[in-house]
């Protein structure tokens, strides 16, 4: 299917049907998020996939009650960023470049760690803003895998931050919920979103060309 012809197929499921996604479907998704371009290419986050129906059901109950695709859903995405950017993590990442570009000069790997300590000198809360943005755009990705995948989906913010967050433990590890993506099968019976025309900006409105 041509792109664009997939994009505009897509939209926010509004009910599922509770069937399994197969793995490598699910593996896709997933493989979009990590190939998610991230600024400095941190990936200040993480994904956290949820695939238990009690703690789908929990999700829904306690913290999302608006969204009874969650617990109709394959599987829940949970989008959560670092609070706080650590030492650990850099060097980490540090690692991660020297391991996976061996051929790198240390000197440019040295520099380029300063200039992520420069940038990311900041307020804890400031960083956290900016994770979620490189969180967004992996919860763009995703959803593009999904379409053209055709696996129904719906983003997640319409839900209680802090009541996911104890649910899932988050906090304890220095983590704190963005957004949320439900994966799975649409119930064609109920999912009254799946026959609405899109309700989108013409091109004059949305673009300026100069
Ligand atoms: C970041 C984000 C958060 C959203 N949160 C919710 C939500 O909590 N519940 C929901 O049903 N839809 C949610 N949506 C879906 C939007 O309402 C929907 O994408 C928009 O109305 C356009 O419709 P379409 O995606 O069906 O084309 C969200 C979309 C985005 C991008």
Redesign the pocket.
Known sequence: MHFIESLTK???S?QMNGKKLSPDKVETILESIRLAPTSLGLQPFKVVVIEDQTLKDQIFEKA?Q??P?IPKSSQVLVFACYKKITTEMLDEYVERIITQRPTLPLAKVTAYRQMIDKSLNRADEANFNWAARQA?IA?GFA?TAAAVEKIDS??????NPAALDELLGLEEKNLGSV?MMAIGFRDEETDY?AT?P???KNKTELFEFF
């Open positions: 897509r939209y926010a509004k999302a608006g969204q695709q967004y919860l959803l719906v983003p997640i913010e319409g839900y957004c979103n609405l899109k309700v989108r």
